[in-house]
């Protein structure tokens, strides 16, 4: 008796995910203007119950050039509030440094202080544990949307927003490395390369 091959069913192509667009693809810099820093902070603050708390999540994250994992593990124990200075812990093997904190830093602590001086970490969520890097992630991206950018935004935007900003005042190079804590100068040098300073001198008109 003759038998034959059973016959399956042709399986499905599996469906591989999207490729995620680079960068490049997305927005035609990694970077904030100065104007664009006060509008998603402007933005960050009118939303929501914590609005003063990722407004100055923001702030921090600007003025010093923080990572997610910096700004999520930042302790009250690095914030020195009496003699304006904020320590700084970096990740990626970075150089640690202290900087100090201006006014406006100052006053936006104090009260984040007052709400959450129980807790060792500065920012908290709503469960009084540490934010999250995807909570980061996620008041970041609204702060843009409600700021009606044109493009979306992340959290390292800020950090590379601060390279530009000191650049393109005219700082030293050296000090720029040590400010953000980059152990390799070739990784600040991006920031100076780009900056339009270097040619003011080219028209006199």
């Known amino acids: 008796m003759l038998t034959t091959k059973r016959q399956t069913p042709k399986t499905a192509k599996l469906q ?47 003025r010093h050039a923080l990572r997610v994992g910096e700004i999520i593990a930042l302790r009250w124990e690095q914030v020195d509030l009496k ?35 129980d807790f060792p970490y500065v920012f908290i969520s709503e469960r009084n544990a540490p934010l999250t890097a995807r909570a980061v992630r996620h008041i970041v ?19 590379h ?6 650049a393109n005042r005219g700082e030293d190079t050296r000090a720029i490395q040590s400010y953000m804590g980059h152990s390799n100068i070739k990784n600040t040098t991006i920031y100076t390369e780009l900056s339009p300073q270097r040619f003011n001198k080219f028209w006199n008109d």
């Open 16 to 62: 591989k995910p999207p490729l995620r667009k680079c960068n490049s693809e997305l927005r035609t810099r990694e970077y904030l203007t100065t104007h664009e820093i006060n509008e998603a902070r402007k933005a960050a603050r009118s939303v929501g119950r914590y609005g003063h708390r990722d407004e100055t999540l923001i702030l921090l994250m600007f």
């Open 83 to 117: 003699q304006g200075l904020l320590h700084v812990r970096r990740l990626k093997n970075g150089l640690p440094s202290t900087h100090p904190l201006r006014g406006i830093e100052l006053r936006a602590l104090r009260q984040l202080k007052r709400e959450y001086s």
């Open 141 to 159: 991206a609204r702060a843009g949307q409600n700021a009606q950018f044109d493009f979306t935004i992340h959290p390292h935007m800020f950090r």
């Open 161 to 166: 927003s601060t390279g530009f900003y000191l």
